[in-house]
């Protein structure tokens, strides 16, 4: 079969094993379906994914006029911090920025690589852990914007990292954290306008149980700009990433916006 369309980031849906899906326009892949069996990707052309121009992707899926004029892609979505909705100043378009910033948000620690301290909208939970390959993720603080939250993250970020790790979290050489007991210790931390939004009593821990047949003791990342074309046997599937078994991963979220064919 040969499925072709626009890479996105997987779509998942938690459960014992978490399920993966590659959505295309008109058809989708169950991708644990296919562990076991050899997969080829072939690079056909750009889609950017905010304006369907087929321009060369520049980042996050984006070229680069959309890159530098889209509100989804403004500096505070990597730096929360920088969040001003909640004062009503724009960053590109104060409309959209109150649509997503002004919504609850959540600051959590994981453990994907070692323990980081990371930020998502509430309704982006567990999405955003399965995204990073977390296998243990658990909520500090819910707060109702991403400002609040930002400020919260840059506290913690001199006590934990706040990057993953991915050749480590694809070797799984994570150790295992006790995370309960880490978020118990660090209400101090906190900044004083958060801590009324401290979980203090609520610890819900996630664990997140990747479908993953062998990890790789050596990771090789390929990329459609300079490997237009590869295949190989499906070992594994964690974070955004696709395992072979000769330790060749394939990061899908950092190609999005490129059109590709697959068979399997
Ligand atoms: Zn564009």
Redesign the pocket.
């Known amino acids: 079969m040969t499925y072709q369309g626009v890479l996105t980031k997987m779509q998942t849906e938690i459960g014992n094993t978490i399920q993966y899906y590659l959505v295309f326009e008109d058809s989708f892949l169950n991708m644990n379906q296919l562990l076991n069996k050899e997969i080829e990707f072939n690079f056909v052309g750009y889609e950017?994914l905010?304006?369907h121009?087929k321009?060369k992707i520049f980042r996050q899926g984006?070229?680069y006029?959309?890159f530098y004029s889209s509100p989804a892609v403004g500096d505070w979505i990597m730096r929360p911090e920088l969040s001003t909705a909640h004062l009503g100043i724009a960053d590109r378009d104060l409309e959209y920025e109150q649509k997503v910033q002004l919504q609850p948000h959540v600051v959590y620690l994981a453990v994907a690589s070692e323990i980081k301290v990371g930020v998502t909208r509430k309704t982006q939970v567990p999405t955003r852990w399965i995204d990073q390959g977390a296998s243990q993720a658990i909520a500090i603080v819910e707060v109702p914007n991403r400002y609040l939250a930002g400020i919260t993250e840059v506290a913690l970020k001199s006590h934990y990292t706040d990057k993953t790790n991915w050749r480590k979290m694809l070797q799984q050489t994570t150790q295992v954290f006790d995370l309960v007991q880490e978020k118990a210790k660090l209400e101090n931390l906190i900044p004083e306008e958060v801590r009324e939004y401290f979980f203090s009593e609520k610890n819900d821990l996630y664990e997140l149980n990747y479908p993953v047949l062998n990890y790789p003791t050596k990771v090789a990342s390929l990329n459609l700009d300079k490997t237009p074309s590869f295949q190989g046997k499906l070992v594994g599937i964690k974070g955004q990433y696709l395992i072979f078994e000769n330790g060749s991963v394939f990061n899908i979220r950092s190609s999005e916006g490129y059109v590709v064919t697959i068979n399997v």
């Open positions: 950017c905010n304006c121009k321009k984006f070229c006029d959309c």
